[in-house]
């Protein structure tokens, strides 16, 4: 398989649930508190002690992401952090050893298949616990600064066998996985320095369809990337202002992972949340723009995922609901943006996302005599195209095509979407 036809149900499904938790829960302040707070593992070993999430049900999570519209998930096995949620045989930092007592990685796969989800793996190449880490002037080691490290003898080569051998664990003991998410290379720690080009080998000889993130380094931009260089690009807390090409002006599969508020990690006094409009209308631009959207939600220590993300996801999933034909299976549309909002498009539908209502007709430029009908998606109800009075005298209808909206308000004002049948060509 190549990599179109190995992101082709990526492409389609353009909506997941990124999913970030480990022991880092428990502080509450995010994944990095130990490299922000420079954290011994020592001081940080309290919470691996304690570390037992007794509301844990991996089900409650894949129905809330099903219900969100949600198609695919990627879940942390490892974090920066080091602390493995699965049961890996090469270490004895995993949740096994906590009071959970449990391969939350496996409950993760078989609940979200179970829901009909594709199921995907976050891992951290970065690791805080492992020994032979480069950690004294290191750039993000909680224990870059501190001179104890300065003399260790690390030998890099032993921490490359652990982390290979984890991946061959994950790939090998958890059954078909769909996305394999690396985070992340940075300066000289990136491509061969993990070894790549022998991991993603081995990644392909038992996965082979397997799709993976662009993290490990190398460019996939580029006309001919190197092996590890990913089937997609991973943008983070933005949605790429022209999508994402190649150097050849090729678009290439991308996917922008967002948080809800400003955590990946739990963390309990940030309340900084999106609203289901931005969530709704980020998702849309994403899909306008061929990419797709990663929302992260990042449970509690007890294994829940906080109140206020399942609301902004209940209501997402109440407008993909009705609205899901314009995201799924859509891409670009070759129109220019309208002033009023977005396009997505699906062969001959066109899917007009109005933001703006404006007064009057809805204004298409360049769609006069192509639309063969024009329905409110939401609930199927007729729209008429039809040119208001004088318009001829004073608007570009060289071009365009008018659709009347009833009403000085938007059915939805979070995004009203009408979906244009276009005459065949
Ligand atoms: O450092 C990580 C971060 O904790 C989080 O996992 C994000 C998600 O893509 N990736 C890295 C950079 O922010």
């Known amino acids: ?8 149900w990526f492409l389609d499904d353009r909506f997941g649930m990124f999913i970030h938790w ?19 593992v020592e001081d940080y070993e309290e919470f691996f002690e304690e570390f037992n999430p007794t509301n844990y049900n991996p089900k409650e999570w894949a ?11 990627v879940l942390t096995t490892k974090h920066h952090d080091g602390f493995c949620l699965f049961d890996s045989k090469l270490t004895d930092y995993k949740a096994t050893n906590t009071p959970a007592k449990r ?3 496996k409950e993760y796969v078989e609940a979200f298949r179970e829901e009909g989800l594709k199921v995907g793996f976050y891992y951290s190449i970065i690791d805080w616990y492992h020994e032979h880490y480069p950690a004294f002037g290191d750039r993000n080691h909680p224990m870059r600064d501190n001179e104890d490290f300065k003399d260790k003898n690390i030998d890099f080569d032993q921490y490359l066998e652990y982390m290979h ?15 394999m998410w690396f985070d992340f290379s940075y300066d000289d720690m990136t491509g061969e320095k993990w070894r790549a080009t022998e991991l993603i080998n081995m990644i392909r000889e038992i996965q082979p369809d397997i799709i993976i993130d662009n993290r490990l380094g190398g460019n996939i931009k580029s006309s001919n990337p190197e092996i590890y260089a990913g089937d997609f690009y991973s943008p983070e807390q933005i949605v790429p202002p022209g999508g994402i090409v190649d150097e050849n002006g090729e678009q290439i599969p991308w996917e922008a992972c967002i948080t809800l508020n400003d955590n990946w990690g739990y963390h309990s006094k940030d309340k ?3 609203s289901p409009k931005q969530v709704i209308r980020t998702l849309v631009e994403c899909v306008s723009k061929n990419g797709n959207l990663l929302l992260n939600v990042g449970p509690d220590a007890k294994g829940l995922i906080p109140d206020e993300s399942i609301e902004i996801l209940e209501v997402v999933g109440k407008w993909m609901r009705r609205n899901g034909e314009s995201i799924y299976g859509c891409t670009a ?6 002033e009023w909002g977005r396009y997505t498009q699906n062969g001959n539908k066109l899917y007009a996302h109005v933001y703006d209502r404006g007064i009057g ?4 430029a360049g769609l006069k005599g192509k639309i063969k009908k024009a329905r409110l998606l939401a609930d199927g109800s007729e729209l008429h195209v039809q040119t208001p009075w004088m318009a001829e005298q004073y608007s570009d209808i060289e071009s365009g095509a008018f659709i009347n909206l009833a009403g000085a308000q938007l059915p939805d004002e979070m995004d009203t979407v009408i979906e244009l049948e276009l005459f065949d060509n």
């Open 1 to 8: 398989m190549n990599r179109i036809e190995r992101t082709k």
């Open 22 to 40: 480990g022991l880092y829960a428990i502080p509450a302040r995010g994944e990095w508190v130990r490299s922000r707070e420079k954290m011994s």
């Open 165 to 179: 051998g984890q991946v061959r664990e994950l790939l090998t003991n958890y059954g078909k996985i769909d996305i």
């Open 272 to 274: 900084n949340y999106k």
């Open 361 to 364: 007709p809805i204004y298409f």
């Open 333 to 338: 549309s070759s129109l220019p943006k309208p």
């Open 63 to 73: 129905r809330a992401a099903k219900a969100a519209g949600q198609k695919y998930a």
């Open 103 to 105: 391969d939350l990685i």
